[in-house]
């Protein structure tokens, strides 16, 4: 085997990198597994990197692999924590995973395996790489409920060109099944839940160390206060649980729903409507959009969006604005579009590419862009 057919794959310690591995050996592939550290160990047993990097190891072991490790956490706490915060800041819901593979997976650790002799990076995330018409293109995973695209939506075609996914073509219950059938000693581990330097710990808990909390009001669409929020970083539009309004006086024993933040007056406004017109919107602006084949499509094209992870495709038209964002405008109203969540648009089983949300015209008020 020559050193230009060498892969090297980011294996994370999970069932998916773990068969992603498998296949790429049972393929002929001269792999070579790198387990990054993206964050500093903690001392309060909600970081798992320890425990991870053991399967990591096993998994290696198992399959008679050579397994690197670095550490990326200064890169990660630079390219992607950093925003992070500062989006909170602002009053929007950033998407801390979609930073993580275009700032670390495929930029820093990419260029590592580079540096590795790697003809080849590759990943366990579900999802498809392929070459059309000399370009390449990202897929959709054949898992469609598994689907990752969304969040590797901003990965420079460039990479993906060079980058494989083993499993991408595979259903979940697929992997699992292989996986104990090779006697991975990962074969029946969980799935990974939240954000990586967050782990299961309370979302409150963690900010508190990194943003200082601004009570404020909760107040109804008419500015009746209802109660105090902690932060309007811990709220996002749309957002039912953690309110901690239980019965109000006059109003109905329905559920609250968040439907504005106010940053200027610092108050969450609420609505026991799930649909309330504040919710709901037609129309929204984007920041700069990537779009993975280079070029963007003709000004004024049809496709689907999703503005949130395992959201159904929505029909849309895209239309470009200054310093290349676009506007999108949706066939059917949309509940929750969220400015710093990310909006993906797809042409059938390709990623087209996408941007971070950045203003929204909600029905209830058509002059807000």
């Given at each position: 085997?020559?050193?230009?057919?060498?892969?090297?794959l980011?294996l994370?310690g999970?069932?998916?990198?773990a068969?992603?591995?498998?296949?790429?050996?049972d393929?002929?592939?001269?792999?070579h597994?790198?387990?990054?550290r993206?964050?500093d160990?903690?001392?309060?047993?909600?970081?798992?990197?320890?425990?991870?990097?053991?399967?990591?190891?096993?998994?290696?072991?198992?399959?008679?692999l050579?397994?690197?490790?670095?550490?990326?956490?200064?890169?990660?706490?630079?390219?992607?924590?950093?925003?992070?915060?500062d989006?909170l800041?602002?009053?929007r819901?950033?998407?801390?995973d979609?930073?993580c593979?275009?700032?670390?997976?495929?930029?820093?650790?990419?260029?590592?395996a580079?540096?590795?002799?790697?003809r080849?990076?590759?990943?366990?995330?579900?999802?498809?790489?392929?070459m059309?018409?000399?370009?390449?293109?990202?897929?959709?995973?054949?898992?469609?409920?598994?689907?990752?695209?969304?969040?590797l939506?901003?990965?420079?075609?460039?990479?993906?060109?060079?980058?494989?996914?083993?499993?991408?073509?595979?259903?979940k219950?697929?992997?699992?099944?292989?996986a104990?059938?090779r006697?991975?000693?990962?074969h029946?581990?969980?799935?990974?839940?939240?954000?990586?330097?967050i782990?299961e710990?309370?979302?409150?808990e963690?900010?508190a160390?990194y943003l200082?909390?601004?009570?404020?009001?909760?107040e109804t669409?008419?500015?009746?206060?209802l109660?105090?929020?902690?932060?309007l970083?811990?709220?996002?539009?749309?957002q039912?649980?953690?309110?901690?309004?239980?019965?109000?006086?006059?109003a109905?024993?329905?559920?609250?729903?968040?439907?504005?933040?106010?940053?200027?007056?610092?108050s969450?406004?609420?609505?026991q409507?799930?649909?309330?017109?504040?919710?709901?919107?037609?129309e929204?602006e984007?920041?700069?959009?990537?779009w993975?084949g280079g070029d963007?499509?003709?000004?004024?094209?049809?496709?689907?969006?999703?503005?949130?992870?395992?959201q159904?495709?929505?029909?849309?038209?895209?239309?470009?604005?200054?310093?290349?964002?676009?506007?999108?405008?949706?066939?059917?109203?949309?509940?929750?579009?969220?400015?710093?969540?990310s909006?993906v648009?797809?042409d059938g089983?390709?990623?087209?590419?996408?941007g971070?949300?950045?203003?929204?015209?909600s029905?209830?008020d058509?002059?807000?862009?």
């Open positions: 085997m020559t050193e230009a057919q060498r892969v090297v980011a994370s999970g069932v998916d990198s068969v992603a591995a498998a296949l790429l050996k393929a002929g592939h001269d792999v597994a790198l387990f990054m993206n964050w160990e903690d001392e309060d047993g909600y970081c798992t990197a320890a425990a991870d990097l053991q399967d990591a190891r096993r998994v290696c072991e198992s399959l008679d050579p397994l690197l490790t670095v550490n990326f956490a200064a890169e990660y706490r630079e390219r992607v924590f950093a925003h992070f915060l989006e800041r602002a009053g819901t950033p998407n801390p979609v930073a593979n275009r700032e670390i997976k495929f930029g820093a650790c990419f260029e590592h580079r540096r590795l002799g790697a080849w990076f590759a990943t366990g995330h579900y999802a498809r790489a392929a059309v018409d000399d370009r390449p293109r990202l897929l959709r995973a054949a898992d469609r409920d598994k689907d990752q695209t969304y969040f939506h901003t990965v420079p075609g460039t990479l993906l060109a060079r980058t494989l996914f083993p499993i991408g073509h595979l259903n219950t697929d992997v699992r099944r292989i104990h059938e006697a991975l000693p990962v029946d581990k969980r799935d990974s839940t939240g954000i990586c330097f782990g710990r309370p979302f409150a963690f900010l160390a200082p909390a601004r009570p404020g009001p909760i669409t008419d500015r009746r206060v109660g105090e929020h902690r932060g970083m811990y709220y996002t539009l749309g039912r649980q953690g309110l901690l309004l239980g019965g109000v006086r006059g109905a024993e329905a559920p609250w729903y968040v439907v504005r933040k106010d940053l200027a007056r610092n969450l406004v609420v609505t409507q799930h649909d309330d017109p504040g919710l709901m919107s037609l929204f984007t920041e700069p959009v990537h993975i963007p499509p003709e000004d004024g094209f049809s496709c689907t969006v999703r503005t949130r992870h395992r159904r495709d929505q029909a849309c038209t895209v239309s470009a604005v200054a310093d290349g964002g676009c506007r999108v405008a949706t066939v059917q109203p949309q509940r929750a579009v969220t400015p710093g969540q909006a648009f797809y089983e390709t990623c087209l590419g996408g971070v949300i950045a203003r929204v015209r029905t209830a058509a002059d807000r862009l």
